[in-house]
């Protein structure tokens, strides 16, 4: 049986919460109208997302 990764923190700097699915490279892609990115690698397959604070 394959073991899943899942990893919960809050960024140092700005406290977001992110979570991350899989252990990958990519990038963060802006979704709900700046609430929230997801985490893409270059196929476009999500694996983790940040979730914005309101201002």
Request: aromatic share 12%; no cysteine; proline share 2%.
């Amino acid at each position: 049986m394959r073991r899943k990764h899942l990893k919960v923190w809050y960024g140092a700097e700005d406290n977001q919460p992110s979570v991350m699915f899989e252990r990958r490279d990519g990038y963060f892609r802006e979704i709900a109208a700046g609430q929230a990115r997801q985490t893409i690698d270059a196929e476009q397959g999500m694996f983790g997302f940040l979730v914005s604070q309101g201002e």
